[in-house]
T-cell receptor
Framework: TQLLEQSPQFLSIQEGENLTVYCNSSSVFSSLQWYRQEPGEGPVLLVT?????EVKKLKRLTFQFGDARKDSSLHITAAQPGDTGLYLC??????????FGTGTRLTIIP | ETGVTQSPTHLIKTRGQQVTLRCSSQ?????VSWYQQALGQGPQFIFQYYREEENGRGNFPPRFSGLQFPNYSSELNVNALELDDSALYLC???????????FGSGTRLTVV
């Protein structure tokens, strides 16, 4: 069974601070995606990473794919209240399904 | 370009009943995946359909079944509803598996 663990499970910080959330697995990913989900909505794709060691930036968000393709991180600089939401990593382990992590619920306090 | 549309948005059913949830995929997408998301959890894979055939299934019992139609829209059917089936059911469409999924807003199912 391929599992994705995310940490921390909950994170509450002040506006303007930086933060990092993590996604880890015991198995190698073919590719990994990060999504953000707001209450009452489906997850929205933020980024897809496919190459070990890859780094992608999306404005204040930086996504890193581990060299061994078994972990990933999401770093947010100068967090804003609009960043509040559930952050989900999702991996493809080489089969037809996308396996989602347990999620990190982020709250940015104005 | 239209997104993924799910109906209904909310539904209340009694234990033992049957339910059908519907999903219209994004234009140009040929693959539909269904997920169950319990409160406070990440989505769990139910099954995927590609060109009207089931293309993979998660750890869900046979009372969860689905269909995909020639226009790539899809249905999720659940028979003999149980209280634990209460969840947000998400439909996601994609073109294959590698370009990321577009999710609908989900159907919130409550079984009482």
């Amino acid at each position: 069974t391929q599992l994705l663990e995310q940490s921390p499970q909950f994170l509450s910080i002040q506006e303007g601070e930086n933060l990092t959330v993590y996604c880890n697995s015991s198995s190698v990913f073919s590719s990994l995606q990060w999504y953000r989900q707001e209450p009452g909505e489906g997850p929205v794709l933020l980024v897809t990473v496919v190459t070990g060691g890859e780094v992608k930036k999306l404005k204040r968000l930086t996504f890193q794919f581990g060299d061994a393709r078994k972990d990933s991180s999401l770093h947010i600089t100068a967090a804003q209240p609009g960043d509040t939401g559930l952050y989900l990593c999702a991996a493809n382990f080489g089969n037809e399904k996308l396996t989602f992590g347990t999620g990190t619920r982020l709250t940015i306090i104005p | 370009e239209t997104g993924v549309t799910q109906s209904p948005t909310h539904l209340i059913k009694t234990r033992g009943q049957q339910v059908t949830l519907r999903c219209s995929s994004q234009s140009g997408h040929n693959t539909v995946s269904w997920y169950q998301q319990a409160l406070g959890q990440g989505p769990q894979f139910i099954f995927q359909y590609y060109r009207e055939e089931e293309n993979g299934r998660g750890n869900f019992p046979p009372r969860f079944s689905g269909l995909q139609f020639p226009n790539y829209s899809s249905e999720l059917n659940v028979n003999a509803l149980e209280l634990d089936d209460s969840a947000l059911y998400l439909c996601a469409s994609s073109f294959g598996n590698w370009d990321g999924y577009t999710f609908g807003s989900g159907t919130r199912l409550t079984v009482v």
